[in-house]
């Protein structure tokens, strides 16, 4: 039967986001000067029943909606994506598998690559070859463009990948045979539009992987745009911005970090509203965990993997682990507990929604008192604590124990996860502010805050879906890259200046179609740049294009990454980077906490066990107001999330409703 969106006539007209996860579908709707949120348990089997369910409960008229999706991923993931062939240049077929020499695991005796996306019947080699700068030394004639675009048809090919030597430089042979593809039938993705930059490997990866997608992308969005009848949608993209369903069909690989990014983009906005430099952003969910550093503005990369392969469009920088509400704990071989990355998703789910029977990090939290079995999120479930017992049982010992033991475990992961992003790259996080949110963040903020001696956890109002707060904020537009190669001279600075002036106009035609302005729009330039003789480069900001300004942004760029900036050699650009954003909408307006005089009542109160089990109370959110304060060991039952607060913590509700959380 076809889901469709019902809307009330007469009704005001809202704008909204929603954010798909692997556990709940989170709808937050912005009307009226007013936000109210929807959460519903996710359809993985058809994502967009969900969304269009979220929609129903709300109630609400909705306008426009934001959608961050986790089709692209689960894709890939889950290794149910189109049919895809690629085609190379004659003898590099086998690039995507031969790959680069790196281990990710050093000291790993039986390292294993992940296995490719095409196999190798379904490679192809088109008589043809461009040299550097964009010289043909063999030309492909239209008879060959044909040969290898019906080899693929034959081999059974929905989706092709081509990628062809220095198509960075001259696109010209990738377009010839992408015509034919398409003359076929067959969905076609080209390098040089996906990612023209050089290096082979990761270039052909990240264009495998949007050939693999856009197809399963495409399905999807038909039957989301058909479901929401005439109500706008755009997506959420990895790097923070939002495009258009158009756009998103032909690349679909830049929305492999859609959901994740929301969340930091979320992040980084409370940061600024409150005059906060940086934070460090804690999204669990319910089958991972994604942390960010933010110190000013999120940091971008061009160096993710999504299950082993690269994709090396810009990215908001995100750390991804296997940690949330729903990873399984188990015992492996010789009886040591793991927790995740199996996770028990949205279907069986953990052992306590009355489904599943594997022990989960929820049932855990279920067993040590920390979640209300009659009024989690919001009521929207009623819990089973007598299942979570019996699978807590199933790993040895009391049941107390065995969560104990678990939470332990996915804290240690979250924990490691967090010093990787700080830590490891030279950020004191205790200089930093903890924002904790997602469906089950804000319950294990604190003690991980504890664990790397941050001072201060902040969870915003809405925290279960902050997410979609960030996709009501994020602004139309995408980013664009180039290579140049150029040493930073006369020439090369002209070069650079040349390249960013052909990415704008490409940008500016590009929003046109969408219905923007030039004028609306804005422009941050960066250069990637590297001494002549290495391999990898730094990203530099390149608000004056001028040889002199570069340098000094590269120098200190270069110290801030490796320590030292001294180097006798040629500096050069590798490559450029343009990012274009109309403005963003109107932001959200906090919803205004109801005032009351004294203080709040509990609920009731409950054994919470930590080291040791303590009697604490239970507070409804709703019931606290501006400048009420809590002393742990407390705990906080939002609609959409609880937040635990542990002994030897204080939270205070601030006058925008989030709670701010300090170490006592």
């Not at 008879?143 to 048809?153: D, F, G, L, N």
């Not at 706008?232 to 032909?250: D, F, N, Q, V, W």
Request: glycine share 10%.
């Amino acid at each position: 039967m076809e889901a469709r969106a019902h809307k009330t006539p007469g009704a005001a007209v809202g704008r909204a986001a929603v954010d798909v996860g692997g556990t709940f579908t989170d709808l937050l709707v912005y009307r009226e000067g007013r936000l109210s949120a929807t959460k519903v348990p996710s359809t993985p089997a058809a994502p967009e029943l969900g969304v269009v369910r979220s929609l129903e409960d709300s109630g609400a008229n909705v306008g426009s909606l934001v959608h961050g999706s986790t089709v692209a991923t689960n894709a890939v993931l889950e290794r149910k994506g189109a049919r895809t062939a690629c085609i190379a240049t004659g003898g590099f077929a086998d690039v995507i598998e031969i790959g680069r020499q790196e281990r990710e695991g050093l000291y790993d005796l039986r390292p294993r690559k992940p296995e490719p996306l095409v196999a190798h019947g379904m490679r192809f080699e088109a008589a043809e070859r461009m040299g550097p700068g964009g010289t043909v030394l063999r030309r492909l004639t239209g008879a060959e463009a044909k040969r290898v675009a019906m080899a693929a048809k034959r081999a059974g090919a929905d989706s092709v990948a081509v990628c062809l030597l220095f198509s960075f430089d001259d696109g010209a042979h990738e377009r010839t045979i992408g015509a034919e593809l398409e003359r076929l039938g067959i969905h076609a993705s080209l390098s040089c539009e996906v990612l023209p930059e050089y290096r082979e490997y990761e270039r052909a990866s990240t264009t495998v992987i949007n050939a693999y997608v856009s197809p399963v992308m495409d399905g999807y969005l038909s039957r989301l745009e058909a479901a929401l009848g005439d109500t706008t949608l755009r997506l959420m993209h990895s790097a923070g911005g939002t495009i258009s369903p158009e756009t998103a069909r032909k690349r679909a690989a830049d929305l492999v970090l859609s959901g994740p990014a929301g969340g930091v983009v979320a992040a980084s906005a409370l940061a600024v509203s409150l005059g906060i430099e940086g934070v460090i952003s804690l999204d669990m969910g319910g089958t991972s965990t994604d942390v960010a550093l933010i110190d000013g503005e999120p940091r971008v990369t061009r160096s993710t993997r999504i299950n082993g392969l690269p994709v090396a469009l810009p990215m908001i920088d995100i750390l991804t682990i296997g940690a949330g509400g729903g990873s399984i704990a188990e015992l492996d071989r010789v009886g040591v507990l793991k927790v995740g990355p199996r996770s028990a998703g949205a279907d069986p789910g953990p052992a306590c929604y009355g489904r599943g029977v594997e022990p989960t990090v929820t049932d855990a939290n279920l067993v040590l008192g920390r979640l209300d079995a009659k009024r989690f999120a919001g009521g929207l479930l009623q819990l089973d604590s007598s299942r979570a017992v019996k699978a807590m049982k199933t790993l040895g010992g009391r049941p107390v124990d065995a969560a104990k033991a678990t939470l332990e475990v996915a804290l240690s992961h979250m924990e490691a996860a967090l010093k990787k992003v700080s830590l490891e790259r030279g950020y004191d996080p205790r200089e930093f502010t903890l924002v904790a949110f997602g469906g089950a963040g804000p319950m294990h903020g604190c003690e991980l805050a504890s664990r790397l001696e941050i001072p201060r956890v902040l969870v915003p109002l809405f925290p279960g879906l902050f997410s979609s707060m960030g996709m009501l904020l994020a602004a139309p537009g995408r980013d664009y890259t180039k290579t140049v190669m150029r040493p930073l001279d006369r020439e090369g600075v002209a070069t650079v200046r040349r390249a960013f002036a052909d990415l704008k106009s490409l940008a500016v035609s590009d929003m046109a179609a969408e219905g923007f302005s030039k004028s609306s729009l804005r422009f941050r330039k960066t250069v990637f740049m590297r001494w002549r003789g290495q391999s990898h480069e730094v990203m530099v900001e390149a608000p004056d294009l001028s040889s002199a300004t570069l340098e000094e942004h590269f120098r200190s760029a270069y110290a801030t990454e490796f320590g030292a900036a001294s180097f006798d050699g040629t500096a050069e650009v590798v490559n450029v980077r343009l990012s274009c954003r109309a403005r963003p909408p109107e932001a959200p307006l906090p919803v205004e906490p109801r005032r009351r005089s004294g203080r709040p009542e509990p609920l009731g109160r409950k054994d919470l066990h930590f080291k040791g089990a303590r009697a604490g109370d239970v507070f409804a959110r709703e019931s606290l107001s501006p400048g009420d304060t809590l002393a742990g060991p407390v705990l906080v039952l939002h609609d959409d999330t609880t937040t635990v607060i542990p002994p030897g913590w204080r939270a205070t509700v601030d006058m925008t409703g989030n709670l701010d959380c300090e170490a006592t």
